[in-house]
């Protein structure tokens, strides 16, 4: 099915056991597809916006973000025919994935039009590797943790700053400018104990992608 999907791709994180290099912004691209000045029909869930990773001394959070910056009036996106990958490579290769997280919505007809619950699979030592439940809710289950659901943006830039510098070459950024100050999007974010990734002393490559079934490449 997905071969026939159009697929969007998050900047990947390099995640050290021991320190993390994370150039992780995606917002509105391919502007082709989700930039609503150059699309009249933007595919706002199928839009990534940002890819976080970090550790404890025992477990690994990832979190993708979606569909946003949008305002706190404006539902989470669950959509049914988007698939969400976040890809964990940790072996030599850090752009092959070696644990591919898939994530699907679907809607509980039975429980009303706004129920929405949530699939992830290839969840590492999991039994079956997946786990299913209602969306806005923490899901555990053999030492995994996760919840999708609706999140303040966590990401913080100077939208004003960076347009200003870009049109007149003078650094015009200020810190108590925030383009996503109260505004929201949504998010899946999974904890999965640390020994379940870690790869010897291998540097872990982490990064997000959304395939929409039916679309165009």
Same mark, same amino acid.
């Given at each position: ?83 969400? #990958?976040? &890809?964990?490579?940790?072996?030599? /290769?850090?752009?092959?994935?070696? +644990?591919? @997280? ?73 810190? #108590?400018? &925030?383009?996503?100050?109260?505004? /929201?999007?949504?998010?899946?974010? +999974?904890? @999965? ?25």
């Amino acid at each position: 099915m997905l071969s026939g999907g159009a697929t969007l791709l998050a900047i990947p994180l390099a995640l050290l056991m021991a320190q993390q290099f994370a150039p992780a912004a995606d917002h509105l691209d391919p502007p082709t597809r989700t930039d609503p000045a150059m699309d009249a029909t933007p595919d706002i869930p199928a839009d990534i916006a940002d890819v976080y990773a970090w550790h404890t001394p025992t477990s690994v959070i990832v979190a993708m973000t979606f569909a946003g910056p949008q305002a706190t009036s404006v539902p989470a996106s669950y959509d049914r025919d988007v698939l969400y #990958t976040i &890809n964990i490579a940790n072996g030599p /290769n850090k752009f092959v994935p070696t +644990i591919p @997280i898939k994530i699907r919505f679907g809607q509980d007809s039975s429980r009303g039009s706004n129920q929405f619950g949530v699939q992830v699979t290839g969840l590492p030592g999991v039994t079956g590797g997946t786990i299913t439940g209602p969306v806005e809710t923490n899901l555990t289950r053999d030492g995994v943790t996760l919840r999708a659901g609706l999140f303040d943006d966590p990401f913080f830039f100077d939208l004003q700053g960076f347009r200003t510098s870009r049109s007149t070459g003078t650094l015009s950024f200020s810190p #108590t400018r &925030n383009f996503f100050a109260n505004q /929201n999007l949504t998010a899946i974010v +999974i904890e @999965i104990p640390r020994d379940r990734i870690a790869n010897g002393a291998n540097p872990i490559g982490i990064w997000g992608t959304t395939a929409r079934f039916g679309g165009q490449l």
